[in-house]
């Protein structure tokens, strides 16, 4: 009787270690296919906040970025989301295009990190004037992926 213990017990180990790494191959494979839906989720709304500072879209400013957003310009300005929202709709820089460029996104947990080149036209003042500046903004998911902070930096 001992020899069938002895038997078994190997093929029960082999047995627990095939499901073990078996469970953790789906298991990271779900984890990828989730980080990647994540991606694109935070790639949408970088496009979507775009889109409303262009359109002056208020309210979806305001739905897309946190109440604690901390904005900072190039310049060494920091904004809270009033002067932000504010900023976009009567300040004196006005978007016709924003595009982000050479774009990078990561993410941690309920953290996204996106990194790219800011390029944009407008006018300022009623002048013409482009914009191409580097871009690190932070979303944080609560509901739907928001703006959290952001920096720009001169290139």
Known sequence: MNDQKSIKLPNIIRTSALFALLGIFCFSSLSAQSDAKKVAKIGETVTALYKAMVDKDKSLLEELTLD????????????????????????????????????????????????????????????????????????????RWKLLARQAYKL
């Open 68 to 143: 604690k957003l901390t904005y900072g310009h190039s310049s060494g300005t920091i904004e809270n989301k009033d002067q932000y929202v504010d900023g976009v709709l009567n300040g004196a820089f006005q978007f016709t295009t924003i595009t982000p460029v050479d774009q990078s996104i990561s993410i941690s947990g309920n953290v996204g990190v996106v990194r790219h080149i800011f390029e944009a036209k407008g006018t300022n003042n009623g002048k013409p004037a482009d914009v191409r500046i580097g871009c690190l903004l932070i979303f944080k998911k609560e509901g």
